[in-house]
């Protein structure tokens, strides 16, 4: 069965500052991993998707992540936070052949003036 | 090209009484997941539909209920509403499920009272 864990529920950055989502998986099999982006009383927007094309992963608005199967982790990431960033995020994993998406907990990012 | 529409956006019910969603997938899109989002539990898969057919179901009992129709809008119906039922329900559409990513609506959300 897949799981998800992300790694806090609140990371809180500075504008400009590096922001790291967290993100570790459990797959029996060769897994698809996606990102989703939630804003307030919204729907969940996909900031970028794994499937074993390409190990790192750019998405929309500057952000990336990078599948390292040894530490089966794909943490989100972008260089520079800007304030419009602060929303919920979600990790989640599909298995091969499955419909069902499993999401982590989320993390609450929070962007400082 | 228009997104995920969920019917209502907002609904209050009382305990008890019994309620319909409604979602309308991406034009072209076959598969139609829901899940549940709660601050306690989380987003939980409900089901998925593809073709007017159940595929996968998750571990909810059985008032909460589905089907899709043949121009592959789905609806979602729970009876005998509980207090627990309050969520925010997100429906989720995508080309054929599996190998696909998933797009999703803004979310109905329901109070039960």
């Known amino acids: 069965a897949q799981s998800v864990t992300q790694l806090g529920s609140h990371v809180s950055v500075s504008e400009g500052a590096l922001v790291l989502l967290r993100c570790n998986y459990s797959?029996?099999?060769?897994?698809?991993l996606f990102w989703y982006v939630q804003y307030p009383n919204q729907g969940l927007q996909l900031l970028l998707k794994?499937?074993?094309?390409?190990?790192l992963v750019k998405g929309i608005n500057g952000f990336e992540a990078e599948f390292k199967k040894s530490e089966t982790s794909f943490h989100l990431t972008k260089p520079s936070a800007h304030m419009s960033d602060a929303a919920e995020y979600f990790c989640a994993v599909r298995g091969s052949g499955s419909e069902k998406l499993v999401f982590g907990k989320g993390t609450k990012l929070t962007v400082n003036p | 090209k228009a997104g995920v529409t969920q019917t209502p956006r907002y609904l209050i019910k009382t305990r008890g009484q019994q309620v319909t969603l409604s979602c309308s997938p991406i034009?072209?899109?076959?598969?139609v997941s829901w899940y549940q989002q709660t601050p306690g539990q989380g987003l939980q898969f409900l089901f998925e539909?593809?073709?007017?057919?159940?595929?996968n179901k998750g571990n909810f009992p059985g008032r909460f209920s589905g089907r899709q129709f043949s121009n592959s809008r789905s609806e979602m119906n729970v009876s005998t509403l509980e207090l627990g039922d309050s969520a925010l329900y997100l429906c989720a559409s995508s080309l054929d499920g599996v190998n696909t990513e998933a797009f999703f609506g803004q979310g109905t959300r329901l109070t039960v009272v």
């Open positions: 797959s029996s099999v060769p897994p698809y």
């Open positions: 034009s072209g899109h076959r598969s």
């Open positions: 539909y593809f073709s007017e057919t159940q595929r």
């Open positions: 794994y499937t074993s094309a390409a190990t």
